[in-house]
């Protein structure tokens, strides 16, 4: 599923360097494009190779001999319904992956990954309020999306209020307020649903918890897009400050940088990257766990190279899974989060095993 | 560099651990701080190196305040080499020496080749450059710490912090990372276990107990018979080597109870 170079990381010593990094980033890169361009000629309609790329090159340049496809049936599927959609993919993976990796950087626990500071449990809260009791319905056609990502940004709000409570914050902290903020939401969240005897509602809060990037659409996917973009740049250049975390708060003070702040900004910045994601597509888990572990295996913890190449590998990663919960079962979509989890979880084991890297336990 | 001391306390959990301490290590000094285990030596180091913040008196390093520098800029001035670095994720050597260069670098400014040169240079200091891209947590402890040396030197600061610096490691590593230290021009505190260790290599030493300054001079002054009773409560014999003048502490097993009174 990856489109990596099938380099094998033979040697437990050796980690690749930074201009193999880098050339593998720009490989990567390459290989998105050419993911999309080849994705979208899959799914359950057939359309020819050429009417796709017809479609495609239309909308992109208007030329006058590629008006037929300007609309109708076969220019709906392609531009409004499989390019946004492997557009949101490749946004989503590269969010998750970004955020997966910062995150296991802010607590300093590889076993980190994007919703962990409650924001799992208070996205699923907003969407079982939304789909339940109907609250923000005025908020229009998405107005799930916005509930749940409202909610989600409360709880990390209330997981970094929780851990500066009394001493300051610490990466233990962090992980038991996130665990108990979890708690709390999901209870209400299973309060709500075991009152409620709707259960059309309940089979539409568990889909939507299995994450699904069908609700794409070119409006939502510039801002969903752009943040991912933006927070994946900006992350970038807080790779030293991200590897000075990996040393805990006393090292880094004799190295110059109190973590504190920055721990506080890089969880904002990640709550909002992720409530996009939540907003978009709901819940897909494993992503932006395992695409981490993935990179760190490659090329060591330096994130001034795992940063870049877990963005790009988890865009690669997700459009092709969408492409797979499209087409695996004829006729039916199956939901993308239960195809990462089943892909991811057995990948994730045989890593575990292999274990020829750190993986932020003892050595 | 100077640093100097004066009157710091310090409280953990409520205790006072630090109990209004002055002392001072004049540029290019190589002071030692000596004391039995709890009396303090740590907590003082780390109200140095800014990890505690002291509940009285003031750090100074030459005439700044410690509390009115920013922690990079006390980082350009300042590098500690502490008990005991373990990292859970891998990092090569290289790259953990690189992180020498933090406090010189802004948030989005990029290594340059002169970075590249001072790790190198570091590493050459410590005999370590055949290392460079091992994985740092599959080093044995004595090479990791002759690397957490390597990256305090990369600091280029004029003033070294060592906590404990030899634990963990076999002589011939204590003697080398002392022997390193003493040799450059910098101003050293240390804080030591290994009273011989003091006696080779200090100019000057404090003497810590239960919190308290309790003796300072040079090791000729400090390490005699009865003060080290009174301190570490150890019986020792102290040795002058007639050639090269050298101190050497053997230390006498402990008499039976009482039976000598």
């Known amino acids: 599923m990856e489109n990596h170079p099938a380099k094998k990381n033979s040697a437990k010593e050796a980690r690749w360097g930074t201009p193999v990094s880098i050339g593998v980033s720009l490989a990567l890169l390459a290989a998105v494009v050419v993911s999309v361009v080849t994705a979208v000629t899959i799914g359950s309609t057939h359309i020819s190779v050429k009417d796709v790329y017809s479609v495609i090159l239309y909308e992109l340049f208007h030329p006058d001999e590629l008006s037929p496809y300007a609309q109708g049936a076969v220019h709906d599927v392609v531009w409004l319904i499989r390019l946004p959609r492997l557009v949101l993919a490749a946004a989503v993976g590269a969010g998750l992956s970004v955020c997966g990796t910062v995150m296991q950087a802010v607590v300093k626990n590889s076993l980190a990954d994007p919703y962990i500071l409650g924001v799992s449990s208070g996205a699923s809260f907003g969407a079982t309020l939304a789909i339940m009791l109907g609250v923000g319905a005025a908020l229009g056609r998405n107005f799930v999306g916005i509930v749940a990502f409202l909610c989600a940004l409360g709880a990390s709000a209330l997981v970094m209020m929780i851990s500066n409570l009394g001493t300051r914050s610490n990466p233990v902290k962090l992980l038991l307020s996130g665990m108990a903020i979890s708690a709390v939401f999901s209870a209400f969240s299973s309060f709500i649903v075991y009152l409620s005897d709707d259960m059309e509602g309940i089979k539409n809060i568990t889909y939507w918890l299995m994450g699904s990037l069908a609700g794409a659409a070119w409006s939502s996917n510039a801002v969903v897009l752009s943040v991912v973009l933006v927070g994946t740049l900006f992350f970038m250049t807080q790779y030293r400050t991200l590897n000075l975390m990996l040393l805990g708060d006393e090292v880094s003070i004799t190295l110059g940088t109190n973590l504190h702040r920055y721990r506080q900004a890089y969880m904002l910045a990640t709550s909002l990257i992720i409530g996009f994601v939540v907003y978009s597509s709901g819940m897909i888990g494993f992503v932006g766990l395992i695409i981490p572990h993935f990179m760190r295996m490659l090329f060591g913890s330096d994130h001034k190279k795992i940063l870049p190449t877990a963005a790009l590998t988890g865009a690669i990663f997700l459009i092709w899974a969408d492409v797979l919960s499209r087409i695996i079962i004829p006729h039916t979509e199956l939901p993308i989060g239960i195809l990462v989890s089943m892909v991811g979880a057995p990948c994730f084991v045989y890593l575990l095993v292999r274990r020829s890297y750190g993986f932020g336990g003892d050595n | ?261």
């Open chain 2, 1 to 261: 560099m100077e640093l100097r001391c004066d009157g710091v306390s310090a409280a953990l959990g409520g205790a006072d651990i630090v109990k209004e301490i002055s002392m001072r290590a004049s540029a290019n000094a190589f002071v030692g701080i000596i004391g039995p285990n709890g009396s303090g030596k740590s907590t003082l180091l780390k109200c140095i190196y800014r990890v505690l913040k002291p509940s009285g008196g003031t750090i100074y390093l030459d005439d700044s305040p410690l509390g009115a520098l920013s922690y990079k800029e006390s980082a350009r001035k300042m590098a500690v080499v502490a008990q005991h670095n373990y990292y859970n994720f891998d990092f090569t050597v290289r790259e953990v020496v690189m992180m020498g260069r933090a406090p010189h670098k802004k948030q989005m400014e990029r290594d340059n080749a002169e970075d590249v040169e001072i790790v190198s240079d570091a590493l050459r200091q410590v005999d370590m450059e055949a290392y460079g891209d091992r994985i740092f947590s599959t080093l044995s402890g004595g090479e990791q710490q002759r690397i957490i040396l390597a990256r305090a030197l990369a600091q280029r600061t004029r003033c070294l912090i060592l906590d404990e610096p030899t634990n963990h490691l076999d002589v011939k590593y204590q003697l080398q990372l002392l022997s390193l230290v003493k040799r450059m021009e910098l101003t050293v505190v240390t804080a030591l276990h290994d009273l011989n260790m003091a006696a080779m290599y200090c100019d000057y030493i404090y003497v810590l107990k239960n919190g308290r300054l309790c003796g300072s001079g040079t090791p000729q002054d400090i390490l005699r018979r009865d003060f080290l009773k009174e301190v570490f409560d150890v019986d020792v014999k102290i040795i002058r080597d007639a050639q090269s003048g050298m101190l050497h502490i053997l230390y006498l097993p402990p008499r039976p109870d009482k039976t000598e009174a």
